[in-house]
Protein backbone atom coordinates (compact mmCIF):
# COMPACT_ATOMS: atom_id res chain seq x y z
CA UNK A 1 0.00 0.00 0.00
CA UNK A 2 2.02 2.95 -1.35
CA UNK A 3 1.57 6.09 0.84
CA UNK A 4 1.71 9.75 0.31
CA UNK A 5 2.84 10.72 -2.55
CA UNK A 6 4.58 14.18 -3.17
CA UNK A 7 5.98 15.72 -6.59
CA UNK A 8 8.69 17.31 -6.88
CA UNK A 9 10.51 16.55 -4.26
CA UNK A 10 13.02 19.39 -4.42
CA UNK A 11 11.82 22.67 -6.67
CA UNK A 12 13.79 25.93 -7.55
CA UNK A 13 11.79 28.41 -9.00
CA UNK A 14 13.17 32.11 -9.68
CA UNK A 15 11.21 35.29 -7.92
CA UNK A 16 8.44 36.08 -10.03
CA UNK A 17 7.33 32.60 -11.10
CA UNK A 18 4.97 30.13 -10.56
CA UNK A 19 5.35 26.87 -8.33
CA UNK A 20 3.01 23.38 -8.85
CA UNK A 21 3.24 21.19 -5.69
CA UNK A 22 1.63 17.93 -6.14
CA UNK A 23 0.01 15.56 -3.63
CA UNK A 24 -1.30 12.18 -4.00
CA UNK A 25 -3.16 11.12 -1.47
CA UNK A 26 -3.11 6.96 0.14
CA UNK A 27 -5.39 4.68 -1.30
CA UNK A 28 -8.66 5.33 -0.13
CA UNK A 29 -8.44 8.74 1.74
CA UNK A 30 -10.33 11.12 0.77
CA UNK A 31 -9.10 14.21 3.09
CA UNK A 32 -6.14 16.30 2.29
CA UNK A 33 -4.02 18.83 4.12
CA UNK A 34 -1.30 21.02 3.54
CA UNK A 35 1.12 22.30 5.72
CA UNK A 36 4.51 24.49 6.01
CA UNK A 37 7.36 23.92 7.49
CA UNK A 38 9.51 27.01 7.38
CA UNK A 39 13.24 26.86 8.62
CA UNK A 40 13.67 25.79 12.52
CA UNK A 41 10.12 25.95 12.72
CA UNK A 42 7.31 23.63 13.36
CA UNK A 43 4.71 22.75 10.80
CA UNK A 44 1.69 25.18 10.10
CA UNK A 45 -1.50 24.27 8.47
CA UNK A 46 -2.58 25.89 5.41
CA UNK A 47 -6.16 24.18 3.87
CA UNK A 48 -7.84 21.47 4.42
CA UNK A 49 -9.49 19.90 1.57
CA UNK A 50 -11.89 16.99 0.69
CA UNK A 51 -12.70 15.99 -3.01
CA UNK A 52 -13.61 18.90 -4.49
CA UNK A 53 -14.03 20.73 -1.83
CA UNK A 54 -12.19 23.37 0.11
CA UNK A 55 -12.95 23.22 3.60
CA UNK A 56 -11.22 25.09 5.38
CA UNK A 57 -8.53 27.66 4.27
CA UNK A 58 -7.88 29.82 6.79
CA UNK A 59 -4.27 29.46 7.01
CA UNK A 60 -3.33 29.87 3.51
CA UNK A 61 -1.87 33.89 2.35
CA UNK A 62 -4.91 35.33 0.57
CA UNK A 63 -3.25 36.44 -2.00
CA UNK A 64 -0.92 34.42 -4.93
CA UNK A 65 -1.78 31.10 -2.63
CA UNK A 66 -4.25 28.56 -4.51
CA UNK A 67 -5.14 24.71 -3.37
CA UNK A 68 -7.43 22.30 -5.27
CA UNK A 69 -8.29 18.49 -4.76
CA UNK A 70 -10.33 17.64 -8.26
CA UNK A 71 -12.31 14.65 -8.76
CA UNK A 72 -9.36 12.91 -10.39
CA UNK A 73 -5.72 13.40 -9.98
CA UNK A 74 -3.51 14.78 -7.19
CA UNK A 75 -4.12 17.87 -5.09
CA UNK A 76 -2.11 20.68 -6.41
CA UNK A 77 -0.98 23.61 -4.32
CA UNK A 78 -0.17 26.63 -6.67
CA UNK A 79 1.90 29.14 -5.64
CA UNK A 80 1.86 32.57 -8.20
CA UNK A 81 4.84 35.00 -8.27
CA UNK A 82 6.70 33.18 -5.97
CA UNK A 83 9.03 35.43 -3.80
CA UNK A 84 12.07 34.77 -1.29
CA UNK A 85 9.72 34.28 1.70
CA UNK A 86 8.02 31.20 -0.30
CA UNK A 87 11.04 29.13 -0.05
CA UNK A 88 10.26 26.22 2.67
CA UNK A 89 8.99 22.98 2.92
CA UNK A 90 5.80 22.10 1.91
CA UNK A 91 4.13 18.93 3.44
CA UNK A 92 0.70 16.90 2.40
CA UNK A 93 -0.89 14.59 4.60
CA UNK A 94 -3.96 12.40 4.04
CA UNK A 95 -6.55 10.75 6.60
CA UNK A 96 -9.73 8.33 5.54
CA UNK A 97 -12.76 9.94 6.92
CA UNK A 98 -12.45 12.16 9.75
CA UNK A 99 -14.62 10.32 12.10
CA UNK A 100 -12.85 12.58 15.76
CA UNK A 101 -9.40 14.30 16.14
CA UNK A 102 -7.72 11.15 17.30
CA UNK A 103 -7.17 10.51 13.33
CA UNK A 104 -4.11 9.94 12.20
CA UNK A 105 -3.21 12.08 9.03
CA UNK A 106 -0.13 10.55 7.03
CA UNK A 107 2.32 12.82 5.80
CA UNK A 108 4.14 12.72 2.74
CA UNK A 109 7.94 13.26 2.33
CA UNK A 110 7.51 16.78 1.51
CA UNK A 111 8.61 19.17 -1.71
CA UNK A 112 11.05 21.42 -0.96
CA UNK A 113 10.86 24.97 -2.82
CA UNK A 114 13.56 26.96 -3.28
CA UNK A 115 13.52 30.51 -4.15
CA UNK A 116 15.96 32.39 -5.36
CA UNK B 1 -5.71 29.52 20.21
CA UNK B 2 -4.32 26.06 20.16
CA UNK B 3 -0.66 25.94 20.97
CA UNK B 4 2.27 23.77 21.79
CA UNK B 5 5.05 24.81 23.81
CA UNK B 6 7.91 21.35 23.83
CA UNK B 7 11.56 21.69 25.04
CA UNK B 8 14.26 23.59 23.12
CA UNK B 9 16.94 21.77 21.17
CA UNK B 10 19.41 20.72 20.30
CA UNK B 11 19.29 17.50 22.46
CA UNK B 12 22.71 15.48 22.75
CA UNK B 13 22.87 12.10 23.95
CA UNK B 14 24.67 8.96 24.62
CA UNK B 15 23.51 5.75 22.79
CA UNK B 16 21.08 3.85 25.99
CA UNK B 17 21.01 7.00 27.52
CA UNK B 18 17.20 8.15 29.35
CA UNK B 19 15.66 10.20 26.94
CA UNK B 20 12.63 12.94 27.92
CA UNK B 21 11.40 15.24 25.38
CA UNK B 22 8.79 17.57 27.45
CA UNK B 23 5.70 19.05 25.53
CA UNK B 24 2.73 20.97 27.46
CA UNK B 25 0.22 22.06 25.40
CA UNK B 26 -3.13 24.68 25.53
CA UNK B 27 -6.21 24.13 23.80
CA UNK B 28 -9.80 24.45 24.20
CA UNK B 29 -12.13 21.03 24.67
CA UNK B 30 -10.27 17.86 24.90
CA UNK B 31 -7.80 17.31 22.07
CA UNK B 32 -5.79 13.85 20.74
CA UNK B 33 -2.14 14.14 21.35
CA UNK B 34 0.46 12.96 18.92
CA UNK B 35 4.51 13.11 18.47
CA UNK B 36 5.53 12.47 15.15
CA UNK B 37 9.20 12.11 14.06
CA UNK B 38 11.11 13.67 11.24
CA UNK B 39 14.06 11.57 9.78
CA UNK B 40 16.67 13.85 7.88
CA UNK B 41 15.36 14.84 4.64
CA UNK B 42 11.73 13.09 4.95
CA UNK B 43 8.59 13.76 6.37
CA UNK B 44 6.56 13.19 9.12
CA UNK B 45 6.13 9.84 10.30
CA UNK B 46 3.69 9.07 13.58
CA UNK B 47 5.60 7.44 16.65
CA UNK B 48 2.53 7.63 18.92
CA UNK B 49 -0.65 9.25 20.01
CA UNK B 50 -3.15 9.58 22.38
CA UNK B 51 -6.93 10.38 22.64
CA UNK B 52 -8.56 10.94 26.22
CA UNK B 53 -6.54 11.79 29.60
CA UNK B 54 -4.48 9.39 31.07
CA UNK B 55 -4.19 7.59 27.59
CA UNK B 56 -0.72 6.19 27.17
CA UNK B 57 0.69 5.89 23.95
CA UNK B 58 3.43 3.84 23.13
CA UNK B 59 6.01 2.78 19.96
CA UNK B 60 9.12 1.39 19.12
CA UNK B 61 10.08 1.75 22.90
CA UNK B 62 8.79 5.48 23.43
CA UNK B 63 5.64 6.44 25.55
CA UNK B 64 3.92 8.83 26.61
CA UNK B 65 0.77 9.59 28.60
CA UNK B 66 -1.67 12.58 28.54
CA UNK B 67 -1.79 14.18 31.57
CA UNK B 68 -4.50 16.66 31.46
CA UNK B 69 -3.82 17.99 35.07
CA UNK B 70 -0.45 19.27 33.81
CA UNK B 71 -1.66 19.92 30.39
CA UNK B 72 1.48 17.45 29.49
CA UNK B 73 2.28 14.86 27.24
CA UNK B 74 5.67 14.19 27.73
CA UNK B 75 8.28 11.36 25.27
CA UNK B 76 9.76 9.19 27.01
CA UNK B 77 12.39 5.94 26.33
CA UNK B 78 14.36 3.96 28.57
CA UNK B 79 17.33 3.60 26.40
CA UNK B 80 17.96 5.33 23.09
CA UNK B 81 19.77 4.44 19.82
CA UNK B 82 22.28 6.22 17.38
CA UNK B 83 19.04 5.60 15.34
CA UNK B 84 16.74 7.71 16.95
CA UNK B 85 18.78 10.83 15.83
CA UNK B 86 15.77 12.84 14.35
CA UNK B 87 13.28 15.31 14.77
CA UNK B 88 10.79 15.26 17.12
CA UNK B 89 7.25 17.04 16.62
CA UNK B 90 4.65 17.28 19.59
CA UNK B 91 1.34 18.10 18.32
CA UNK B 92 -2.56 18.60 18.89
CA UNK B 93 -5.97 18.13 16.97
CA UNK B 94 -8.40 19.64 18.93
CA UNK B 95 -11.09 18.77 16.03
CA UNK B 96 -13.98 21.65 15.40
CA UNK B 97 -14.36 22.12 11.56
CA UNK B 98 -11.01 21.16 9.60
CA UNK B 99 -9.44 18.27 12.42
CA UNK B 100 -5.91 20.40 11.68
CA UNK B 101 -3.09 19.46 13.39
CA UNK B 102 -1.13 22.09 15.96
CA UNK B 103 2.58 21.50 16.09
CA UNK B 104 5.16 22.24 18.17
CA UNK B 105 8.62 24.04 16.75
CA UNK B 106 10.26 20.05 17.25
CA UNK B 107 13.37 19.18 19.26
CA UNK B 108 16.38 17.46 17.59
CA UNK B 109 17.87 14.87 18.72
CA UNK B 110 21.46 13.83 18.29
CA UNK B 111 22.72 10.42 19.74
CA UNK B 112 26.65 9.50 19.60
CA UNK B 113 27.76 6.31 19.73
Known amino acids: NAGVMQNPRHLVRRRGQEARLRCSPM?????VYWYRQLPEEGLKFMVY????????ESGMPKERFSAEFPKEGPSILRIQQVVRGDSAAYFC??????????????FGPGTRLLVL | GDSVTQMEGPVTLSEEAFLTINCTYT??????LFWYVQYPGEGLQLLLK?????DKGSNKGFEATYRKETTSFHLEKGSVQVSDSAVYFC????????????FGKGTLLTVNP
Open chain 1, 93 to 106: ASSPEMRGPGETQY
Open chain 1, 27 to 31: KGHSH
Open chain 1, 49 to 56: LQKENIID
Open chain 2, 27 to 32: ATGYPS
Open chain 2, 50 to 54: ATKAD
Open chain 2, 91 to 102: ALNSGGSNYKLT
